[in-house]
């Protein structure tokens, strides 16, 4: 079965099971980010499916970013997201906060070459970003599957989760990723990772959790609209327990 058709079977049992539990059965379809061609869909700038599931499969290192939920009316498929400003004018130009915070932390998180991470300032780059994060091996999910227009509350979150953990406990694991990004929840999503997918995942540092079983790197940081901390901050703090993890774990990541 291909990962395509993984995530497809993976939206069907979660629309069976909201009508189940009564909840709203419109699922937000994630996962493999599409690689494809440049186009507008009537709404945003959005990429077509290419050779994303090749290139995932030859990939050195897979990003998986854990996120919330999409705060919309309906639902679209995140997989063919690039970021960009919503406009008929296929434009580089990127939107909002979400997305420059984003592709940064993966840039910084995917690219090590001789196992050192890129400073802010090197890093920091809004052509080189946006490039990246359009054509790295990156799958996006959301831990709850239905829309909405306010953001969830923690209780909600992990109430979700937790009638759903089954099915995301599946769609996680079948990545095979090297990092899981949890961006916001305050803990929530590394928490549901610990019970439920990987029991010896253990606390390394501030920012970093590591199954030494699986080899997989778990991240906990804030929601890319968090504007408490600046830019440079975040990253800063971020690859800080980032580079002493690497220090520490010559067997991250896996060698393919």
Known sequence: MTIRDHEEKLFTKWAQRARKLHDPDMITKDGLLYRGELWFDGI??????????????????????????????????????????????????TALRFFPNLELWAYGLMTIPDRKVATFSRADNPARLQGFYEN??????????????????????????????????????????DIILC??????????????????????????????????????????????????EMYTSLMHDYQAFLKATPQFPTQR
Not at 151 to 168: C, F, G, I, P
Not at 192 to 214: G, M, T
């Open 44 to 93: 945003n700038q959005a990429h077509k499916s290419a050779n994303e599931e090749q290139l995932w499969n030859d990939a050195g290192m897979r990003l998986l970013v854990l996120s919330k939920e999409l705060y919309d009316e309906d639902c679209w498929d995140i997989r063919s997201e690039t970021g960009r400003v919503p406009t008929p004018h296929l434009t580089n130009r």
């Open 183 to 232: 961006i916001g929840g305050q803990g929530i999503m590394v928490d549901f990772l610990q019970r439920h997918v990987w029991k010896d995942l253990e606390q390394f540092n501030s920012h970093c959790w590591y199954s030494a079983k699986a080899n997989v790197l778990v991240v906990k940081q804030y929601h890319p609209n968090y504007n408490v901390y600046s830019r440079k």
């Open 136 to 177: 790295a091996p990156i799958a996006r999910v959301n831990c709850k599957k239905q829309p909405d227009t306010r953001a969830a509350s923690n209780t909600v979150l992990q109430r979700y989760m937790e009638n759903y953990a089954d099915l995301l406990k599946e769609q996680i694991t079948m990545y095979g990723a």
